[in-house]
């Protein structure tokens, strides 16, 4: 047969495809026998990234694929299938480099030359709204799929639903551990946003190493533009060790067997990944293609979550000294009123009022101003760790203190008092209000607010020239 006509028979993107039979079911090389003129303009134009050839490579019949493609198990795994196991392989795949959904169709062919056989990997562009989900490789597929699409559009707390719906992928894997961690560039961190482990698993997991950061980092990097990673057997893993050998130490102390990974994308930012470890080999291609999906949906809410996040943190912050506002503190005590938040008992109450912010606006200009009140957000944070601090106004701030001794809270307000209490620097009026029984908050501001005021009383009898500044 001549296979670069047949390819070119083909109106869609074609290639064909020879897989080397290997003794026990295994492969050898993978190559690009032959294309049409669409996929030779798709490789030599590098849309898809990540590829180990030089750029731009000009296509040659039989070269190993990874020349032109990134290399990638799950599609070595597909060819496999279709070539040597003679199945119809249909699925989707989404390309980061091109922004779009293709569905792929993987056809075997009878042909067979000295233990190389072939298949041809045609790919068409698609939307994701117009895909048969029926025509998956599974029906459980779909409904998988469609299940977890319900919870993430039908819920309202969006973080107990990721719990459950990590869980239920790792049953659709058949894993040990599944998760989905989020990554921040800016401040170099990662963090479980949920994980489900099961209940018999001794995988060391990815959190327990001190610079799973970097290994994260690694995976970027690693994956490149492909839509995942899947590591299913030694070969893999083999190949894992010798472009990623850090990441492979950590496999091999972990106890790892098998990964299937995703990164989380959104608008070509990644915000994280989603794993599956030591899952069900044996349906490699129906969890790839599961998640491939769930992903894209998963990617697009976590999206939302962040912006909503930092929408509220621009609601309910106060831009100029970081802490609190007075709309974040109005709420909180409304919700405590209302039975809506609680409150530990015992707490205290703080109210905090700058002494001589309009003299020094006047004096000065508001930018000296400006640099008071971050000094003093600042004191009031290191004074009161970990506790609620709120600009309640202008010059003034309140700090709820949860379960803390009376001891310690008093000793923390006077720590305060002794600090703020000359005019040089940032200097505070302090009122303060401790209960071990279950107040009335309201009583609790104002008692404490009552308190502030004796104090700033006090503090204009040993200042008086300071009174109208």
């Known amino acids: 047969m001549d296979l670069q006509k047949f390819a070119e028979g083909f109106s869609a993107t074609t290639a064909v495809i020879s897989v080397e039979k290997k003794p026990q079911e295994g492969y050898g090389r993978i190559c690009i026998a032959a294309g049409n003129q669409r996929f030779i303009d798709l490789v030599e134009g590098r849309l898809i990234s990540g590829t180990t050839g030089a750029a731009h490579s000009r296509f040659i019949p039989g070269s190993d694929y990874d020349k032109y493609l990134a290399r990638d198990p799950g599609f070595e795994d597909i060819c496999f299938r279709a070539a040597l196991q003679k199945k119809t392989m249909y699925t989707y795949i989404y390309l980061n480099r091109v922004g779009m959904w293709f569905n792929v169709i993987v056809m075997p062919l009878e ?7 072939y298949c041809t990997y045609t790919m068409e562009p698609c ?13 459980k597929t779909s409904s998988d799929v469609l299940r977890t699409c319900i919870k993430l559009h039908d819920t309202n707390d969006f973080r107990q ?6 869980k ?12 989905i961690m989020l990554t921040d560039s800016g401040t170099g961190t990662c963090s479980v946003l949920a994980t489900d482990i099961a209940d018999d698993s001794r995988i060391k997991r990815v959190t327990q190493f001190s610079n799973f950061y970097d290994i994260a980092v690694s995976w970027i990097k690693m994956i490149g533009e492909k839509d995942c990673l899947i590591i299913k057997n030694d070969k893999d893993m083999q190949y894992v060790s010798m472009i990623n050998y850090p990441w492979y130490l950590t496999l091999v102390e972990a106890n790892v067997q098998s990964v299937v990974m995703f990164p989380l994308r959104y608008n070509n930012e990644i915000l994280g990944f989603i794993w599956a470890t030591n899952f069900d080999t044996r349906e490699t291609m129906r969890i790839k293609e599961t998640l491939e999906l769930t992903t894209f949906f998963i990617s697009s809410e976590i999206a939302s979550y962040r912006l909503m996040e930092r929408l509220e943190h621009i609601s309910y912050s106060d831009l100029l000294t970081g802490v609190s506002n007075r709309n974040a503190m109005n709420n909180r005590i409304s919700g405590i009123i209302a039975g809506e938040e609680k409150l530990a008992v015992p707490y205290g109450v703080v109210f905090a009022d700058l002494n001589g912010l309009k003299g020094l606006n006047d004096s000065r200009g508001h930018s000296a101003g400006d640099l008071l009140l971050k000094k003093s957000a600042l004191l009031l944070q290191e004074s009161f760790p970990g506790s609620e601090i709120y600009r309640a106004g202008g ?37 303060s209000y401790y209960t071990e029984e279950d107040c009335d908050i309201r009583k609790a501001m104002h008692i404490a607010d009552e308190d502030m005021y004796k104090n700033k009383e006090e503090y204009y009898e040993r200042y008086p020239e300071r009174r109208n500044r």
């Open 127 to 139: 939307d994701l709204t117009d895909m048969d989900f029926s025509s998956m490789q599974s029906l």
């Open 111 to 117: 042909q067979e030359d000295e233990g190389v056989c």
């Open 168 to 179: 239920d992928i790792r049953h659709i894997c058949n894993a040990e551990v599944c998760t």
């Open 395 to 431: 010059d003034e701030f309140m700090v709820i203190v949860q379960g803390c001794g009376r001891d310690s809270f008093m000793g923390l307000v006077a720590a305060l008092k002794e600090q703020t209490g000359s005019p040089e620097g940032v200097s505070f009026a302090v009122g």
């Open 161 to 166: 639903t990721m719990v459950e719906i990590i």
